[in-house]
């Protein structure tokens, strides 16, 4: 219908309409094809999560540019860096590894930062990963150009013995930090040695250290290792402790040396997989099994408190330090420490535990919130890692929307992996993430597995962007908050899975690690405010040829939907049909078709 009005000297006009392009049809477009559209993906780190994602495209993407740039010279991100004495994983080996390259060849259960280098460079060296890998490059900047649908990288580049050298990408991007505790004079006054576990300088050596009076700041996983590995060599030792911890046992771990595999077993492993995939299993049971414990008043809470209050007590004799060491808040409000050694080390005589946080530090010396001054030559920082979720870089999005300034006071993702307002862009271990409950490697695959099905999907649907509604984040993070109520999480303790200024907790997932890999499975597109290149969302159709289609009957099978797989066993049966030869059939067709897949790999 069109419409017109009658204007002041009494004729018929139409209003005026601006011209509309007509809609055009992309005649090469071919319906899910990779070739339709090349995607260019930037990875930040080469740690586990960045070495996941060289894989991940490698494996399942095509016409499709990766890049994955390193700050630091090598692969690794923390297991590269974090060398300080007795620095290792709580979680057991066997449940610490990529489920595509289980490792039959872990020297111990529990192991050090060099075996588990050693296993990631085994990974990069098996899948040739590091030819999409940039090292000693640094991202300073990245920012959202709406009209190209695309990230504006900026990096810096710093070989040894060159100038550094800035230059620009493009593309998506995904976040890495580290931080020092926020200490006054700790850098300015201090000048005596200042340490952090998480980049232990490769000349700080017991011979440095065996003479010396060693300020340890902190409490948790870093500090409990270092502690335990420096009390033996060390001139004296001042641990600094704010909050005490819950020493637990978690698969069998208790922070002493552990079980080493025997020749024998690793061979074992290495010639029956099924053998090798049991044992993971078995291990990973056990880690994820205490997920009852973390909600409040259960039995299960109650019954852990107790057992391992006892526990501690059992095992530290002073009554100042037991006291110290036997929080009020409930198990697991603090991530869960094997601390065995530790509690060993703290009662030697070359040993002071102080509960106090650490308020200044003087030119030679450190002072307590107690007021008081201890003279120290070394000062090692044992306080984890930036867990504010702000980039260390500029990250502007739609709108001009700063995300150092977005999280500035509360830090919320969409499911633990996307922003609003910051379109194209995962993260790895955001915000309201799976870190509460046993290892991590499930949910980092879940993760890249749903990156993987959106940059397919922007492949063959040319999108322009995508990115979470507000709305829709907001609301998942009131169901976050609320369900923290009704777990240990919400008992008052200092932690880095909470904002200790404010007492919001910002690091957990509402549910066990398997809950999260379950409701990761399929993204929720409707979630989401989707944009595209072409004008009309349908042009991604085509002409209405498939991949198939093009080959042709000859080159290609044009009828998929009639295979072997999709007979159903009880209608075969039921019309006397050979059950066996169905199932031999099967077997030997689908065997053939991995062999092709295999060869195509290759």
Not at 32 to 57: C, E, H, K
Not at 80 to 89: S, V
Not at 417 to 437: C, H, K, R
């Amino acid at each position: 219908m069109t419409v017109s009005y009658i204007n002041g000297q009494g004729q018929r006009v139409r209003p005026f309409q601006p011209e509309v392009p007509a809609y055009s049809i992309p005649q090469d477009t071919t319906w899910n094809d990779p070739n339709n559209r090349r995607l260019r993906v930037i990875t930040i780190g080469a740690g586990f999560s960045g070495i996941l994602m060289a894989y991940q495209v490698q494996k399942q993407c095509q016409n499709m540019d990766h890049v994955v740039y390193e700050k630091s010279g090598d692969i690794g991100g923390t297991w590269l860096t974090n060398r300080y004495p007795n620095a290792g994983c709580d979680i057991p080996s066997h449940a610490y590894t990529y489920r595509f390259a289980l490792y039959p060849d872990w020297p111990r259960y529990f192991s050090y930062a060099a075996d588990i280098w050693e296993y990631l460079d085994k990974v990069c060296n098996a899948f040739d990963l590091r030819k999409y890998m940039q090292f000693h490059t640094e991202v300073i900047e990245s920012r959202w150009v709406e009209d190209k649908g695309q990230w504006n990288v900026r990096l810096r580049r710093q070989l040894p013995g060159h100038e550094p050298v800035e230059f620009d990408d493009y593309c998506h991007v995904l976040l890495n930090a580290c931080g020092w505790p926020d200490t006054p004079g700790l850098h300015q006054r201090f000048k005596g040695r200042v340490v952090h576990t998480a980049s232990w300088p490769d000349n700080y050596k017991p011979e440095q250290w065996k003479d010396e009076r060693v300020a340890v700041i902190g409490s948790g996983a870093s500090s409990v290792q270092a502690v335990a590995g420096m009390q033996p060599r060390t001139g004296h030792l001042d641990v600094f402790v704010r909050t005490g911890v819950w020493f637990g046992v978690l698969a069998g771990n208790t922070g002493t040396p552990t079980k080493v595999y025997s020749e024998s077993e690793c061979t074992e492993f290495k010639t029956n997989p099924t053998a090798l995939v049991d044992h993971a299993k078995s291990i990973e049971a056990e880690v994820n099994g205490m997920w009852g414990a973390f909600y409040r008043d259960s039995v299960a809470q109650k019954g852990a408190s107790n057992f391992f209050r006892q526990r501690t007590a059992s095992i530290i004799k002073d009554e100042r330090l037991a006291q110290g060491f036997t929080p009020e808040f409930g198990f697991g409000c603090r991530r869960i420490t094997p601390g065995d050694p530790y509690m060993e080390a703290i009662q030697q005589s070359n040993v002071d535990v102080h509960f106090t946080a650490v308020a200044s530090c003087t030119e030679d010396g450190v002072v307590g919130a107690d007021g008081v001054e201890r003279k120290v030559d070394t000062i090692v920082c044992a306080t984890g890692f930036d867990n504010t979720y702000r980039p260390q870089f500029a990250t502007i999005g739609r709108n001009g929307v700063d995300l150092r300034d977005k999280w500035e006071k509360s830090p919320e993702a969409y499911l633990g992996l996307a922003v609003p307002e910051m379109p194209n862009y995962l993260t790895f271990i955001g915000p309201s993430w799976p870190i509460q409950n046993g290892s991590v490697m499930a949910p980092l695959h879940s993760v890249s597995e749903y990156a993987i099905q959106l940059l397919k999907k922007m492949q063959n649907e040319n999108i322009r962007s995508w990115v979470p509604r507000q709305q829709v984040t907001d609301q998942f993070n009131e169901h976050v908050q609320e369900w923290v109520k009704h777990t240990v999480w919400s008992d008052d303790c200092r932690s880095w899975y909470r904002n200790n200024e404010t007492g919001r907790v910002n690091a957990i997932w509402p549910g066990s690690s398997l809950h999260y890999q379950q409701v990761i499975e399929r993204p929720r597109y409707e979630d989401f405010e989707i944009r595209y290149f072409e004008s009309n969302p349908w042009a991604h159709l085509g002409m209405g040829w498939t991949a198939l289609d093009r080959a042709g009957g000859k080159k290609a099978d044009v009828s998929p939907h009639l295979c072997l797989d999709n007979i159903d066993p009880i209608w075969f049966k039921a019309i006397g049909g050979d059950l066996n030869m169905l199932e031999w059939q099967r077997y030997k067709a689908n065997t053939k078709s991995q062999n092709k897949a295999g060869e195509a790999d290759t």
